[in-house]
């Protein structure tokens, strides 16, 4: 039973998750790890040798039973050459070749991506866009990723870097975003941005979980507010839905949660605002496989990249 398993790491700003995947992608074993505890780029690459030994331990599998590593990053990565070129909330990630360092460490096959690639692929493979062969992914957070099949394949762009649709811009003028552009989709509906704009409107330290709350029990203020965020979104699809033609959008991510209110202004503006043709053949769907797509795509990253060797 040579490379049965994989192993899918998913590196995020709070945790650090590294899990074991059968051949039909369930999780079978799992670590997560705090990623603020590590002071560095080295601790952190420690940590993850050291959980890959006490899952191969405690399941009793050796390297040879494990097919490859994946590992979904937030950030910039090339998927090509292995190269984070840089990440979104940690510090000291700049032209790392993650790949090199992993596989001398790990002596496996390592392959990594944006984690929101991964998420899109797992969402195409197993969860609400499986069965399209055009299809969209979103995850609304602190950042506002992207990820895009194009006639059943991840797209990925020259340099790797494709899916950005969080960095697509809103308006000639506008404010800074992280990416150094400016009036991005994600100056509008980041979480940091909404967030400050809830505490002004509930004028009280509340949190998006408890707007989302009060909007599904229908108040006004709370409906208002995601409709807001809703037409922003809208807006931001509308281009793409005109420009490729997906069947389907799958939106994930903390504020998905706002649900109905959400979903119901983005589908109002994009059939109001898209082409006819494009808008009336696009579903627009919640995420499904929450939060272990990552650790899923990772899995199925491997599995593509081995057998294309
Ligand atoms: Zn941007």
Not at 151 to 157: A, F
Not at 204 to 217: G, K, M, N, P, Y
């Amino acid at each position: 039973m040579t490379g049965e398993f994989c192993i899918g790491i998913d590196l995020g700003g709070t945790n650090l998750r590294i899990a074991l995947l059968d051949a039909k992608y369930k999780i079978e074993d799992r670590e997560s790890l705090s990623t603020r505890r590590f002071k560095n780029r080295r601790s952190l690459i420690a940590a993850i040798g050291k959980s890959v030994d006490n899952i191969l331990a405690r399941n009793r599998l050796k390297t040879k039973n494990i097919l490859g590593v994946g590992i979904g990053l937030p950030g910039q990565v090339d998927f090509v050459r292995g190269i984070v070129h840089s990440l979104t909330n940690i510090r000291g990630w700049r032209e790392v070749n993650l790949k090199r360092i992993l596989q001398t460490k790990l002596r496996l096959p390592v392959f990594l991506d944006n984690d929101v690639k991964l998420m899109t692929l797992a969402e195409y493979t197993l969860g609400a866009a499986r069965g399209a062969q055009n299809a969209v992914c979103l995850t609304l957070g602190t950042g506002v990723g992207g990820g895009i099949i194009l006639e059943g394949r991840l797209y990925r762009g020259c340099s790797n870097a494709a899916g950005e649709i969080g960095h697509l811009p809103l308006n000639e003028n506008g404010h800074r975003c992280n990416c150094g552009g400016f009036a991005c989709l994600e100056t509008y509906i980041g979480n940091n941005t909404i967030l400050k704009k809830a505490r002004k409107i509930f004028k009280e330290d509340i949190s998006l979980e408890e707007v989302s709350r009060r909007a599904r029990f229908r108040d006004h203020k709370a409906i208002e507010f995601w409709s807001d965020v809703g037409l922003h979104l809208g807006n931001a699809l509308t281009g793409v839905v005109n420009i490729l033609n997906p069947d389907v959008i799958v939106i994930g991510g903390g504020v998905a949660n706002a649900g109905k209110v959400l979903f119901g202004q983005v589908k109002k503006v994009l059939s109001g605002r898209a082409m006819r043709v494009q808008a009336s053949n696009v579903k627009i769907m919640p995420a499904k496989l929450g939060n272990d797509a990552g650790l899923i795509g990772a899995a199925i990253m491997v599995k593509a990249g081995v057998e294309n060797r």
